[in-house]
C-alpha cells in the first residue's frame, strides 16, 4: 500500500492494485471491488462496504456497512462500485 500525492485536507492513501487481488470479503469469500471515490472495498455478493483508512482496508465485519438495495442496483446498472 502506498502513499499518494498529499492534497490540502491532509494525506491521501491508496490501495495497491497487486494487494486488492488478494483481498476477499470475509463473509462471502469473494473478490472485492474499490468503490468509485477510493474509500471503500465492495463486496457485491454480501452487500457490504468495507471502510479503507490510511490505505488499510478493514476487512471486519464489525467496520462494514450494509449496501442499500438502491445503492447496489445502481451500482451494477452502472458496473461501477457505489461511493
Known sequence: MTEAATTQSGPRYR????????????LSK??????ADGSELISVAAH???PIR???P?????EARQIDPD???AFTARGEPPG
Do not use: N
Not at 490501495?15 to 483481498?23: A, G, H, Q, S
Not at 469473494?30 to 468503490?35: A, D, F, N, V
Open 15 to 26: 490501495v495497491d492494485p497487486r494487494t486488492l487481488e488478494l483481498l476477499v470479503c470475509p
Open 30 to 35: 469473494t473478490r472485492l471491488t474499490l468503490s
Open 48 to 50: 457490504l462496504a468495507f
Open 54 to 56: 490510511s490505505g488499510v
Open 58 to 62: 478493514m476487512l471486519s465485519l464489525d
Open 71 to 73: 445503492e447496489m442496483r
